[in-house]
């Protein structure tokens, strides 16, 4: 994403923060400048936390964890929000200001703001503001905004998720991608009709079904092949959580990854195992007791699965080519799936 002068930050109460940290701006790139709140069981969260691993700037953005649950009339709360018995592990406090909810870092930067109090949340400490809470855009920026701080010639500094040469079929992939896999766990699994909750899952196993063959078609390791790029933060954020959460939470059934997909199983496996910051920014427990224990209409007495077990499987397989691809066979799908660009 090119950096806009000319587009608000932030167009009043009903508006979210769209600031793009970039050299020779309002929020130029420095060390300690920036604080990053996230919950670990949020995908959206994920893929700005995953970004700022794998861009080496842990040290430069320190973050703040919300706990998994409870949500409440008042949003994400921080350890320490109901009394000094009130912990979570792994949840961090509010490190800026000592908050006991997410909501009062928001009003902080707008007393008026009315949208959601959601992760990421990119705060500004120099201007005490907010600075972007869109998923999308920190993804896509943060590649870059803050290279200039990044020794030269590094492998963290060179790192670009969105190539020149694999813009065009990144752009292709990314809108089924997000719409049907990303946002369509959430269609299926908050559905209140059998119509809508149909119309998600089976979008979401076509989905499935085209990632399958991709990655295949293109070798592994990766979606696009050789190159690490966007889709692999977008597609990983949801297929970390598919088995152990959407299958059984959101009715997500149709299939599980480590059954029916062998190639998308074996790049996640690799991800996760081989991948410096995959399994870093994952933490299973926040992520399992996050749905389990905030989705009171989907799960009122708020048990939380065993399983499945492990979380994720050890032993990578990376010979793409000798795998036969999987898929969820239902009629359904597989008319869905040749909407698809690409089937």
Known sequence: MEYDPKKPI????EDGWHGVVAPGTRFAPESGRYHLYIGYFCPFAHRANLVRVLKGLDSAIDISVVKAYPKGQAGWSFPGANGPDDTY??????KLFGSKYLHEVYFRADKDYKGKYSVPLLWDIKGDTAVNNESLELLRWLQTGFNEIL???SPERNLTLYPEHLRAKIDEVKEWLTSDLNSGVYKAGFATDQAGYEKGVI????????LEQLIHKNGGPYVLGKELTE???LAYATAIRFDVVYVQHFKCNLGIIRHDYPVIHEWLKNLYWNVKGFRETTNFKHIKENYTKSHHDINPHAITPLGPYPDIETGVNLDFAGI???RVAHPAVLEQQKKLPGA
Not at 89 to 94: F, K, L, R, Y
């Open 10 to 13: 932030h167009d009043g109460p």
């Open 324 to 326: 036969k691809p999987g």
């Open 231 to 233: 889709l692999d933060i």
């Open 89 to 94: 592990e792994g949840s961090t406090p509010d």
């Open 151 to 153: 020794p030269e010639g």
């Open 203 to 210: 979008s979401v196993f076509a989905a499935l079904n085209q």
